[in-house]
């Protein structure tokens, strides 16, 4: 099993401010398997990225992602007030999917 | 537009069994291996179960192995989950989704409790 490991737990920033969240796998992740979302209270996560670096439909440029093999990370280039929520990452390389333990991103 | 539709949780006591559905509508839902995915009150992700695309395979995770069942009905458009000796352990939020990129739809998700 691929344990995904996020860090940090809490990242407490101002809208405007730069968001850099990681997600450190267990093993290699193949073909690029690697997605994150985004979840806000009582709702259903919604998929950000897709493929390690690609944007799913409707969501804006400030969200971005790279990474390869073991280490990926999420950055919002500025934070708007609806981007402050929780965002996990997900490995679908290989079963059983796993999940990151989520980050975090409060109002600072 | 996609939808899934959770329903069948509830209280449950320990031990008892529950059976999940989650009705699909607005895409191809036969086209898709489907997932089950649950949320403890303040936690987590937690990938539990899925199923490929005809209902032949599945797969689940090592908590839930053996007790859970993933089932599907394509002419029906309803994915199931039939779940066993239940524990507090299993008190979740429980989700349906499609999980796969770029076509990533979720339901709202329906919570079971499992306590006397």
Not at chain 1, 26 to 54: C, D, E, H, T
Not at chain 1, 84 to 89: I, L, Q
Not at chain 2, 21 to 38: E, K, L
């Amino acid at each position: 099993e691929i344990v995904l490991t996020q860090s940090p737990g809490t990242l407490s920033l101002s809208p405007g401010e730069r968001a850099t969240l990681s997600c450190r796998a267990s093993q290699s992740v193949y073909n690029n398997y690697l997605g994150w979302y985004q979840q806000k209270p009582g709702q259903a996560p919604r998929l950000l990225i897709y493929g390690v670096s690609s944007r799913a439909t409707g969501i804006p440029d400030r969200f971005s992602a790279s990474g390869s093999g073991t280490d990926f990370s999420l950055t919002i280039s500025r934070l708007e007030p609806e981007d402050f929520a929780v965002y996990y990452c997900q490995q679908y390389s290989s079963s059983p999917r796993t999940f990151g333990q989520g980050t975090k991103v409060e109002m600072k | 537009e996609a939808h899934l539709v959770e329903s069948g949780g509830g209280l449950v006591q320990p031990g008892g069994s529950l059976r999940l559905s989650c009705a699909a509508s607005g895409f191809t839902f036969g086209h898709y291996w489907m997932h089950w995915v649950r949320q403890a009150p303040g936690k987590g992700l937690v990938w539990v179960s899925e199923i490929d695309s005809g209902g032949s395979s599945t797969s689940y995770a090592e908590s839930v192995e053996g007790r859970f069942s993933i089932s599907r009905d394509n002419a029906k458009n309803t994915l199931y989950l039939h779940m066993n000796s239940l524990t507090g352990e299993d008190t979740a939020v429980y989700y349906c989704a499609s999980l796969s990129a770029p076509v990533d739809y979720w339901g709202q998700g329906t919570l079971v409790t499992v306590s006397s």
